[in-house]
């Protein structure tokens, strides 16, 4: 066996003399050494000094080179020949690489380098070690160096973790962080620091107390206190200062990680807004951990045992590794394996001719694998080893052994499997549903949150049923939207519905976060959907009520308003909407239906035409109207459709074919008055309502009522102005009336008394009469008026004494019966005797004054006739006339404050003498009516108690 030397260099392994010509010691180092090198399974080079020429390579070199390694003279030859770069891909100029350094005196341990050869790049572990001349040997710089992919591939699997796990934080939107044992914080996300507008660094330690509101500071800190002690999770909710001086409620949690001894090892919390959860109930964000993995260097080393399996070289690494040097190693006088390798972890012995390595030499074929050793203090390591026979000339000469301390990787896969676990410890303690997903898109992991929500059983999912999961409209336009994310690697959010486990569905906000190797490709998607169906509600709502508000104040079309409001309703409300009023005779009058099917509205009319509304209906609608309550049904029972139907079988049918879900009727309440009722019905959305849309309903409710109201008022004010002016112009007309012919008579007088002497006594008891008539009308009408400022007031005098009313009303006809010549109407009285009672005689006589005054002005041309009888306790009083009688639409109202069923052009008076009326009849305790058709005349019915009440 020969040494392999580089084309164009001498053999550096001149043979040793001993002065004498002979050389049997220089031959035999030789020939050992030979054998050694060659065989060595560590690719090896020999660097001469100074001038950085190669002069050796052994054949491992040549395999990892992949053929000859060109031929290397100069410092400029190695920079030609070998491109090589750093761990962060920075190509190494000449001067660093380590044949360069080799040459120029440098030791190097552990360096890791990328080297581009024919057959590709490969990962290379390198060392460096300077030999000194020995006798004829000159001095030499070896170059050795070990394929270090497997262990940079580990590497690289922890940071795509690392950077997992980073992405991950990064797609949530809660407050993340980590603690101490002890519970001093040690990490929190950036979060913290947009929320509170504080740097991170305000919450690390027990800072993060500072941030809370003080009410909240000694709560949270005992809680906080107790799992630290007990190491039960963390749950407790409080305030935290927001950047513009407010607070918001947070749902803080926090799980311990425990070792393999159940000892905590560290806190992993999340912080959570739930000021809106606490509000409606709703809809949340979350965000996620920021984890660290720690991983280790691995080392190499060079054992080389002889047949008896004795060491007799060690290189530096190796000591390293194995924490003996190669004196001691041979001052044991024992085969490697029973000072090293001699005891299982478990602590059984472990046999010599069971040891892999020692089967290399025999067997003649490489041995591989891993296994443990045993330090010096009794500890155990991890190792992979290769063993390689050694031979010479044929003859089994030793073993080569190559020795990688893999606790580094161990440690690594270690770490990877606790921050598996602190992965699955965050997705349990986030309220998110999380996902993640091939970089295809297919989902292939769901946290247990989604399948509780979902009801889908936990099983391995397939990427279809996550698809099943989303609303079949909300998914077409979600696809090509993830398909262009998919393809372009960039971030992806989307607002989608989700059918719950009841079938239902709820909004939720989508987000995902592609996760990138270090050269772009990508490797996976973590993603999220947060609830925000109560938030999306909510901003719904409030849109609805602020464009509801608008158009209630708009107009005084009240009834229009209402029919907008409806169509406004749908669909952010309801997929039905219905408006429906109560009239004045306590009829229910229909005024709008709305839904997004205009042919379902067509339809619904027809069944409202065919099925009317019965008020005295004790569900729904009716009861809503009767007792002013509002009516919620989160899920309609079919009862409920049985009972509605009042056993009709096709109205059943019917509503059962209309799919209703869920339904709300509140009422149009103001000032204590119902004026009518909405009703929001779900349907085909599968929508539920809740507790909080029944309070928003309510609010529509009652400022759809103010508005209804509003606008009565407004008409009421109306016609209340216009009656005014028209009693202001028939007032004004009425109290002239007198005034003109009294002052006529009395400018005749005093033309007479200018003229004449003297005036006849005739002429002037004639103009006197005529003068007091006049005042006695004009006192009338005064005294009307200031009746019903009494009236209004509640003043109205009475004084009770015995009366007869027999003698009254016949006092009163002989009083009006020069009016009732005029009139052309013969007034006939019908009595059966004296009808005494306990009344008030001025008003008693005001009473039958305005009524025959009343029959006289309508009945003018007709007879009048007045009855009076006693019935029991009563004593009751009519006056029919044969006039132009009265419409009936007017019945209702005659008796109210100047009301008039004609128009004050044809007849005159102020319209207060049946108010009056009415005003003393309820005075006595009394009831009067009136009965009458057009052109029939009119019956005027009076009962009063002979004693008052």
Not at 391 to 418: F, H, M, W, Y
Request: charged share 25%; hydrophobic share 40%.
């Amino acid at each position: 066996m020969t040494l392999k030397t580089l084309p164009g260099s001498e053999p550096e392994f001149a043979p040793m003399t001993d002065g004498a010509g002979a050389a049997p010691t220089s031959a035999v180092l030789r020939q050992g050494l030979e054998a050694i090198l060659a065989c060595l399974p560590v690719p090896l080079v020999l660097v001469e000094p100074g001038t950085a020429r190669i002069t050796f390579v052994n054949q491992a070199v040549e395999a990892l080179w992949g053929g000859p390694l060109p031929s290397v003279s100069s410092v400029e030859d190695n920079a030609r020949a070998f491109v090589m770069t750093d761990g962060e891909g920075r190509v190494l100029a000449a001067e660093e690489l380590p044949t360069v350094r080799a040459s120029r005196g440098e030791t190097l341990a552990d360096l890791y380098v990328s080297l581009e050869t024919p057959r590709g790049r490969v990962a290379l572990r390198v060392d460096v070690a300077q030999v000194p001349s020995v006798g004829a040997l000159p001095a030499m710089a070896v170059v050795t160096c070990r394929d270090s992919t497997s262990l940079r591939e580990a590497q690289l699997a922890m940071e795509v973790h690392e950077h997992d796990y980073r992405a991950l934080a990064e797609s949530m939107p809660q407050v993340v962080w980590t603690a101490r044992p002890d519970g001093h914080l040690d990490f929190i996300n950036q979060v913290i620091a947009h929320y509170t507008g504080k740097g991170v660094e305000a919450a690390l330690g027990m800072g993060w107390l500072r941030l809370l509101h003080p009410d909240d500071e000694v709560r949270t800190l005992e809680r906080w206190t107790r799992s630290i002690a007990t190491g039960e999770p963390y749950v407790v909710e409080h305030r935290v200062r927001r950047h513009d001086g407010t607070y918001r409620w947070f749902l803080a949690r926090a799980r311990p990680l425990r070792d393999a001894r159940g000892q905590i090892r560290r806190w992993f919390g999340t912080s959570t807004d739930i000021e809106d959860m606490k509000q409606v109930e709703a809809a949340l964000r979350a965000q996620s951990h920021l984890t660290r993995a720690i991983t280790h260097n691995a080392t190499t080393g060079l054992v080389v045992l002889d047949t008896r399996q004795h060491c007799t070289f060690l290189n530096p690494a190796a000591e390293r590794i194995f924490g003996y040097t190669l004196a001691q190693m041979q001052a044991f006088d024992r085969p490697m394996h029973d000072i090293i390798h001699h005891t299982r972890p478990d602590g059984t012995p472990y046999p010599l001719a069971e040891c892999p390595i020692t089967r290399a030499l025999p067997s003649r074929a490489q041995e591989q694998g891993e296994d443990v050793f045993v330090r010096p203090d009794g500890s155990f390591y991890p190792v992979a080893f290769t063993a390689s026979p050694l031979l010479s000339e044929g003859r089994p000469a030793g073993t080569v052994v190559e020795v990688q301390d893999i606790s580094a990787r161990k440690s690594a896969e270690e770490a990877l499997r606790r921050s598996e676990a602190r992965l699955r410890s965050l997705f349990e303690s986030i309220p998110q549903l999380v996902w993640t997903a091939a970089p295809n898109g297919d989902t292939n992991y769901v946290n247990p949150r989604w399948y509780a929500y979902t009801g889908i059983p936990q099983r391995r999912l397939r990427p279809e049923e996550f698809c099943q999961a989303i609303h079949p409209d909300d998914l077409a336009q979600l696809r090509p939207y993830w398909q262009e994310a998919i393809a372009a690697g960039r971030p992806w959010e989307a607002e989608y519905r989700l059918r719950a486990a009841d079938g239902s569905y709820r909004w939720h906000l989508g987000r995902a976060t592609p996760v990138h190797d270090e050269a772009g490709h990508l490797l996976k998607w973590f993603g999220s959907a947060t609830d925000i169906d109560d938030a999306k509600r909510r901003r719904e709502a409030q849109r609805f009520l602020a464009e509801a508000s608008a158009l209630l104040g708009a107009s005084l079309d009240y009834e229009a308003t209402l029919q907008q409001v409806a169509r406004l309703a749908v669909p952010r409300l309801a997929d039905w909407c219905a408006v429906d009023l109560l009239e004045e005779d306590g009829r229910i009058r229909r005024l709008a239906v709305a839904h997004s099917d205009p042919s379902k509205v067509r339809h619904a009319w027809e069944l409202e035409e065919r099925y009317p509304i019965k008020p005295d209906a004790p569900y729904g609608l009716p009861k809503v109207l009767r007792t002013g309550a509002p009516e919620w049904l989160a899920d309609i029972p079919d009862e409920f459709l049985v009972e509605s139907s009042r056993g009709d079988a096709e109205l059943l049918r019917i509503s059962r074919e209309l799919g209703l879900r869920s339904y709300i009727a509140v009422p149009l309440v103001a000032r204590g008055r119902i004026f009518g009722a909405i009703s929001l019905v779900y349907a085909e959305s599968e929508r539920r309502y809740t507790e909080a849309d029944v309070q928003f309903a309510a609010d529509v409710g009652r400022r759809a009522a103010l508005a209804v109201d509003n606008a009565r008022l407004y008409r009421d004010a109306q016609t209340a102005i216009q009656l005014r002016d028209e009693f202001l112009s028939v007032a004004s007309h009425e109290l002239k009336t007198p005034l003109t012919p009294l002052h006529l008579k009395l400018q005749g007088l005093r033309r007479e008394a200018e003229s004449a002497e003297r005036v006849p006594r005739e002429r002037v008891l004639h103009s006197l009469e005529g003068a007091e008539v006049q005042v006695r009308r004009l006192r009338d009408l005064i005294d009307d008026l200031l009746d019903v400022s009494r009236l209004s007031q509640g003043r109205l005098s009475m004084t009770l004494e015995q009366v007869d009313l027999d003698d009254v009303v016949r006092r009163v006809v002989s009083e009006l019966s020069p009016q009732a010549v005029k009139a052309g109407c013969a007034l006939t009285v019908d009595a059966d005797g004296p009808v005494p009672g306990h009344w008030d005689r001025l008003r008693l006589e005001q009473l039958v004054t305005n009524l025959l005054t009343n029959a006289l002005k309508y009945g003018a041309g007709k007879p009048v006739a007045l009855h009076l009888e006693r019935a029991g306790p009563l004593a009751r009083l009519t006056v029919r006339d044969e006039g132009i009688g009265i419409e009936a639409e007017h019945l209702g109202r005659i008796f109210g404050k100047f009301e008039r069923a004609v128009s004050e052009r044809h007849y005159g008076g102020l319209g207060l003498g049946l108010y009056i009326t009415r005003q003393i009849v309820e005075a006595f305790g009394g009831r009067i009516g009136v009965e009458s058709q057009p052109g029939q005349g009119a019956l005027f019915t009076v009962e009063l108690p002979l004693q008052p009440r």
